[in-house]
């Protein structure tokens, strides 16, 4: 299965922008053969803390009908971070678009500490199928936790795909860690 991995330059703020920035990608995806897109955490807004109540949508929003529609006419699941609301609450989530399914929305689980004051957690581990490829989510933080991958583990995933937003000059140590985690790490 190809798949790609893709950080977008996000605009702080600017959800038009970055849509524009995300449907660019997924256009150069789909004419590599890609039949899964993963995105870094909170792609649609940029990782904005200070601004994620004002910038938080529902998960309905007619916002998201275009990748509904890209993820069926090319065949390829689509998945980018987007703060969402749930009734007071702001959450760190990840929207999963399938062909010919409906969306499916998976919220970080563990918050960092500087996460705290801004956003809930989720509370739920979910697994979707990309070409027979059981897949678990995971956003950033949660991705360093052994618990979190463990239960993927558990629940049968056969790839675990972390959504993380890294400085440039940070990506070196997280290329380092994430290899030792897939080295080490035994989807069966």
């Keep these: 299965?190809?798949?790609?991995?893709v950080q977008i330059r996000s605009e702080k703020g600017n959800i038009p922008k970055n849509i524009a920035l995300h449907k660019k990608a997924i256009s150069e995806?789909?004419?590599e053969r890609v039949k899964f897109i993963l995105f870094s955490e909170l792609s649609l807004t940029g990782y904005e803390p200070k601004l994620a109540s004002k910038l938080a949508v529902h998960s309905s929003s007619i916002l998201f009908k275009d990748f509904e529609m890209l993820s069926t006419h090319h065949d390829i699941t689509i998945a980018f971070g987007t703060p969402l609301k749930k009734g007071t609450d702001v959450q760190i989530g990840m929207l999963i678009f399938r062909p010919n399914h409906q969306k499916l929305q998976y919220i970080k689980q563990?918050?960092?500490k500087d996460e705290l004051p801004y956003f809930a957690?989720?509370?739920?581990q979910i697994l979707f199928s990309v070409k027979n490829y059981s897949i678990a989510s995971a956003i950033c933080y949660e991705s360093i936790l052994p618990n979190h991958i463990k239960n993927a583990c558990d629940k049968g995933a056969k790839l675990?795909?972390?959504s993380v937003a890294k400085s440039r000059d940070n990506v070196r140590n997280a290329h380092a860690y994430y290899s030792k985690i897939a080295k080490n790490t035994i989807f069966l």
């Design 29 to 31: 995806a789909t004419s």
């Design 1 to 5: 299965m190809n798949l790609a991995i």
């Design 110 to 112: 563990y918050l960092h």
């Design 160 to 162: 675990y795909a972390a």
């Design 121 to 124: 957690k989720g509370d739920e």
